[in-house]
């Protein structure tokens, strides 16, 4: 059974790595993964998307995500409402970087505080707090993607030392954090 999803971020926030990390920890599991990530203007604060497809089965499509089984927004405040009811129509879940859940009546959205978690955990580069593996994490847990076990290994991958020690800790933290609104 095929999955798709969309993650929309900032350059610089690690979107493109996030969904590098889930598809490495989908492998992991003895799925079939894609990570695609698409640019605009490459510059720290564009906006991102990344394509993510977690399969059963060998994956032939090659495009963009078109109808996706959840959205994750990295940074709420990139999109408005009608952006995000486009990307995300109900009833396709929605899953946000936030402190809190906002009131979206007739959707099913879950939130994660992956701002506040990267800048207890000194996750920041260039001034910008890094959330991807927060995110990357709630959306494993939130979409079913992966186990926070797989994630944690997928990171082995991409961060070494002190890093990887801090992102894993991120991980476990947004794992046990993501909350839905309902």
């Known amino acids: 059974m095929l999955k798709e999803f969309i993650i929309v971020s900032r350059g610089g926030q690690g979107g493109v790595t996030a969904s590098r990390i889930l598809a490495s920890a989908a492998v992991l599991e003895g799925k079939w993964a894609q990570a695609i990530p698409e640019f605009g203007a490459e510059r720290r604060g564009a906006i991102v ?93 939130v979409f079913d993607i992966a186990s926070l076990d797989s994630v944690k290994r997928a990171m082995a991958d991409y961060f070494r030392g002190k890093t990887l020690e801090a992102n894993v800790r991120a991980a476990e933290v947004a794992w046990e954090s993501v909350r839905g609104v309902t």
């Open 49 to 141: 998307r990344s394509y993510l497809r977690v399969s059963t089965e060998p994956i032939r499509r090659r495009s963009a995500v078109r109808e996706p089984q959840g959205v994750a927004v990295f940074s709420f405040r990139i999109l408005e409402l009608s952006d995000v009811n486009k990307l995300a129509p109900p009833p396709i879940p929605l899953l946000i970087n936030s402190e809190k859940g906002p009131y979206m009546p007739g959707r099913q959205l879950f939130y994660v505080d992956a701002t506040g978690i990267a800048l207890k955990l000194g996750l920041i580069v260039a001034g910008w707090p890094l959330v991807n593996t927060a995110m990357a994490s709630a959306m494993a847990r």
